[in-house]
């Protein structure tokens, strides 16, 4: 089963500054990886997918990269809804589907 | 427009069974898989199983094999997951959500807005 590692736990930032959000793989899973946005009391949304190709809403704000174990989530200026509970998902080995276990951005 | 409508919350005592609906709108039901996801209270996102509308196989997680059945009725668009021998620790929300990608290789997109299912005595 493929682990999927998330760093930081708690990202406390400013509106406006720019958010890093880390995702490891426990193996190569390539480029087949999703970011999820979740707010709360809401059901998951999802951002990414293929590592890197924004879905269709997303703001280009957000962006992704990395493949093989490490990958990264980039949000460039944030906004007020941009605060929620970020995650990743590989679906290159599989079953499971395998989550990491989130990022809370928050407010600073 | 995509839509994907669960039942409504649910209260369960120790050892019952419990059976929550995904009703799927605005594309092919035939076309997509359909992806269960647990999310209990203040934690993460874990894998339940899926379902091959095309030809009703379904796929579980280690975790959940055994309790889980997954199903899919194309005569109403309609998946199911049921899950039983409840005990305390299945209190979550249960999302349902649609697999894109090539072949099994799925990402979710969208997702059900989400069941509570809650177990106590």
């Known amino acids: 089963e493929i682990v999927m590692t998330q760093s930081p736990a708690t990202l406390s930032l400013s509106p406006g500054e720019r958010a890093t959000l880390s995702c490891r793989a426990s193996?190569?899973?390539?480029?087949?990886l999703a970011w999820y946005q979740q707010r709360p009391g809401q059901a998951p949304r999802l951002l990414i997918h293929?590592?890197?190709t924004r879905a269709t809403g997303t703001p280009a704000r957000f962006s992704g990269s990395g493949s093989g174990t490490e990958f990264t989530l980039t949000i460039s200026s944030l906004q007020s809804e941009d605060y929620a509970v970020y995650y990743c998902?590989?679906?290159?080995?599989?079953?499971?589907?395998?989550f990491g276990q989130g990022t809370k951005l928050e407010i600073k | 427009d995509v839509q994907l409508v669960q039942s409504g919350a649910e209260v369960k005592k120790p050892g019952a069974t419990v059976k929550i609906s995904c009703k799927v709108s605005?594309?092919?039901?035939?076309?997509?898989?359909i992806h269960w996801v647990q999310q209990a209270p203040g934690k993460g996102l874990e894998w339940v199983g899926l379902?091959?509308?095309?030809?009703?196989?379904?796929l579980y997680a280690e975790k959940f094999q055994g309790r889980v059945t997954i199903s899919a009725d194309t005569s109403t668009d309609t998946a199911y997951m049921e899950l039983s021998s409840l005990r305390s620790e299945d209190t979550a929300v249960y999302y349902c959500?649609?697999?894109?990608?090539?072949?099994?290789?799925?990402?979710?997109?969208?997702w059900g807005q989400g069941t509570l299912v809650t177990v106590s005595s």
């Open positions: 959500a649609t697999g894109i990608g090539e072949l099994q290789d799925h990402w979710f997109d969208p």
């Open positions: 193996q190569s899973i390539s480029r087949n």
């Open positions: 293929g590592a890197s």
């Open positions: 998902q590989q679906y290159k080995n599989w079953p499971p589907y395998s």
């Open positions: 379902v091959d509308p095309g030809d009703g196989e379904s």
């Open positions: 605005g594309y092919p039901f035939i076309d997509y898989y």
